[in-house]
């Protein structure tokens, strides 16, 4: 699936960290030009080449003046034992100058002053969000450790706010030796000039992105473009880590989800694999009943905190329908050479003139996998974002290489792609063509997948 982006990387740093567990010195964050207690050797870095590694992230959404929203601070080490962090808020116009307040939830977190006392401070003061020493203790998710705190915005307007955090994945002996430390920065922006924006036409099938679509399928793979759905720069791709406690993609985010609402129904949400500021991928949830004529909106809802502290954006409606096919490219655009593999040897399947390393082109008689999504209900079926097991389709799967149909006998397997979500896999035969690029179409009742996806044939 295409995401499009260009990285652009957190501002990961080897850095030593805090002196002791209660969270001091403050001012170690590495950022705005604060020192780190590098000269105390309170928490030496780990030697290089070692194989353990940690790192560090904000989630923290856009801000509406004077509203209190949830920060959490995540560090992840699978060698750690014990944890420590330091989070800080600037104005990004001035980051001499503090940008809210912070707030402690629990018994693991404190908020301290340049001098390292407790608050509250001076308002013309910056403000520590640190770990306490209950809060340095393992526990939760193994190899994982959040710290929350809560974050009121400043009064006004004062532009982008930037979040700096240190943190440290300790060995737990209570030495300051081969403990890692890394730190990160994330930008809140003002709610109100940032709303999240879905574009008119802004709702693609994942593997047709040149096709506005016409319909939406239940548990389909989408890509949706807009605006400010994250800060500039942001790129997020799900992790294991993300998965929810049944085990399946998530609804949220980078603090996104993407509403679905049919008329007089509840309010779902798709399963997102991907956040950009300009892109999401997600797949949509699944839409029971009987589905002709039936239609849904669509909107983007970055949470901020609970109940009412979230951002919502604009409304799209889209039709709904049982199946949407299209197939994936191997330049993602929905136009090209398909994204297939051979069947046999697993090697990518491609022209020569692609120049893909370790690629063939098909030969009459191969049988190759090829991938899409929207082609509707498999049997048995799995719920939105769970990983699918082996699972053919409902219905049966039609369609041509070239100008050859493809018999009964061709078509090997059409179904879910084990181990995926909303991807579903198609196991041809190639019938007997000649050498060159040959359009493949599929079909599944009436619908068709997309014109200009070619399968290339010719001598390995």
């Known amino acids: 699936m295409r995401i499009g982006f260009l990285v652009v990387a957190s501002l990961w740093a080897w850095l030593p960290l805090f002196a002791n567990e209660s969270g001091l010195p403050v001012g170690s964050t590495g950022a705005f030009g604060e020192r780190t207690c590098a000269g105390a050797l309170c928490h030496v870095p780990e030697p290089l080449n070692t194989g353990l590694s940690a790192g560090i992230s904000i989630q ?33 116009s001035d980051t001499t100058q503090p940008a809210g307040r912070f707030a402690a939830r629990n018994l693991f977190t404190a908020v301290r002053c340049p001098d390292g006392r407790f608050a509250p401070c001076a308002e013309t003061q910056v403000e520590y969000a640190t770990h306490t020493s209950v809060g340095t203790t393992g526990g939760g998710q193994s190899g994982r450790q959040l710290f929350a705190v809560d974050w009121t915005a400043p009064q006004g307007d004062v532009g982008d706010v930037i979040f700096a955090a240190a943190g440290v994945a300790a060995d737990g002996n209570l030495g300051g030796a081969s403990d890692l430390t890394a730190t990160t920065t994330q930008l809140s922006l003002h709610a109100p000039t940032h709303l999240p924006q879905l574009s008119g036409s ?75 500021d300009s892109q999401v991928n997600l797949q949509a949830p699944d839409f029971p009943g009987d589905l002709r004529g039936a239609v849904t909106t669509i909107q983007a809802v970055i949470h901020r905190g609970e109940g009412a502290n979230e951002i919502r954006s604009n409304v799209l409606e889209l039709p709904l329908s049982s199946a949407s096919p299209g197939l994936f490219t191997l330049n993602s655009s ?23 390393p370790n690629s063939i082109q098909a030969r009459p008689g191969d049988v190759l996998l090829v991938f899409g999504s929207g082609f509707g209900a498999t049997n048995p079926d799995f719920a939105a974002g769970e990983p699918a097991g082996v699972a053919p389709l409902r219905s049966a799967v039609t369609g041509s290489i070239g100008t050859v149909p493809l018999t009964q006998d061709d078509v090997l397997y059409a179904g879910a792609a084990p181990q995926f979500v909303g991807l579903q896999q198609f196991n041809l035969r190639i019938p007997s063509l000649p050498d060159g690029d040959h359009a493949l179409l599929l079909r599944i009742g009436t619908q068709e997948t997309q014109s200009g996806v070619f399968v290339s044939v010719g001598p390995r």
Not at 334 to 339: D, I, P, Q, S, T
Not at 346 to 355: E, F, K, M
């Open 334 to 356: 929905g136009v090209g050479h398909a994204a297939a593999v051979d069947g046999v040897s697993g090697r990518l399947v491609a022209p020569r003139s692609a120049g893909l």
């Open 202 to 276: 802004g709702v693609r099938h994942a593997a047709a992105l040149q096709r506005e679509t016409e319909a939406i399928a239940p548990k389909q793979l989408l890509t949706l473009f807009g605006l400010n759905f994250a800060a500039p720069g942001t790129f997020i791709a799900v992790r294991r880590e993300d998965f929810d406690v049944r085990g399946h993609v998530p609804e949220e985010l980078h603090r996104l989800s993407l509403v679905f609402q049919r008329p007089g129904q509840r309010e779902r949400r798709g399963r997102i694999v991907f956040v950009g």
């Open 60 to 92: 923290v959404g856009p801000y509406v003046p004077g509203a209190t929203q949830l920060i959490l601070v995540e560090i992840l080490s699978t060698s750690a034992r014990r944890w420590g962090f330091q989070l800080t808020a600037r104005r990004a």
